[in-house]
């Protein structure tokens, strides 16, 4: 079945800093491909999102590319903020397969900003 | 754009008791919404997925009988705990579909419902 991949966390970082969370796919066909962010407390929020090979997803400073050949989609900022501070998922919803309709998460990474 | 409302967002309530939260679409029609649970610090576990008018479908190791589902329209699914126990314990999160833009557009989540079973 469909299944995400992210880097072990916690990542800790200073203001500032430039910041990467790998994330890798296994999936049938072509999923469309998302990153959520959950503050303490609180429900995911779509962060950004690709649905095909190549697209760029932005939003917030955040990027993530959609690199089909070694199926990834890792998220970068090159200046991250205390305000970061969240626990970040990878996700992907396939249009096929046994998994159709579902959104796979990734086990989620916890960033930590400090001032 | 698409919004989810969770409600409540904390509830404590005693051993043996149950306990309801709602989950509704504001401004969609939600064909499927889904349950989490969500454990400290642990990702988020899928409960089940209700369609609109017909029965839940749970994932391996969920019980129903104790998650009762229902989803009487398209904007409104309820999970209800029945017979709670401390273990229930947790962060529950639903989630709504809209048709066929999930595929673009994810699904919406709702804020979450932190239970503490006493």
């Known amino acids: 079945g469909d299944s995400v991949t992210q880097m072990e966390g916690p990542v800790t970082l200073s203001e500032e800093a430039f910041l990467t969370i790998n994330c890798t796919y296994t999936?049938?066909?072509?999923?469309?491909l998302f990153w959520y962010v959950q503050y303490p407390g609180e429900g995911l929020q779509l962060l950004l999102k690709?649905?095909?090979?190549?697209d760029k997803g932005s939003n917030k400073g955040f990027e993530a590319t959609y690199r089909k050949e070694t199926t990834s989609f890792h998220l970068e900022k090159g200046s991250v903020q205390v305000s970061d501070s969240a626990v970040y998922f990878c996700?992907?919803?396939?249009?096929?397969?046994?998994?159709?309709?579902?959104?796979?998460f990734g086990q989620g990474t916890i960033l930590t900003v400090h001032p | 754009g698409a919004v989810v409302s969770q409600h409540p967002s904390r509830v404590i309530c005693k051993s043996g008791t149950s306990v309801k939260i709602e989950c509704r679409s504001l401004?969609?029609?939600?064909?499927?919404m889904f349950w989490y649970r969500q454990f400290p610090k642990k990702s988020l576990m899928l409960m089940a997925t209700?369609?609109?008018?017909?029965?839940?479908?749970?994932e391996q190791g969920v019980e129903k009988d104790k998650f009762l589902i229902n989803h009487a329209s398209l904007t409104l699914s309820t999970l209800t705990v029945t017979s709670a126990h401390p273990e229930d314990s947790s962060f529950y999160i639903c989630?709504?579909?809209?048709?066929?833009?999930?595929?673009?557009?994810?699904?919406?989540f709702g804020s979450g419902t932190r239970l503490t079973v006493v």
């Open positions: 690709a649905t095909k090979a190549d």
């Open positions: 989630s709504a579909r809209d048709g066929t833009v999930a595929r673009v557009y994810g699904y919406t």
């Open positions: 999936a049938t066909g072509y999923p469309s």
């Open positions: 401004d969609f029609q939600a064909t499927t």
């Open positions: 996700a992907l919803i396939n249009a096929g397969g046994t998994s159709y309709g579902k959104l796979t």
């Open positions: 209700s369609n609109e008018g017909s029965k839940a479908t749970y």
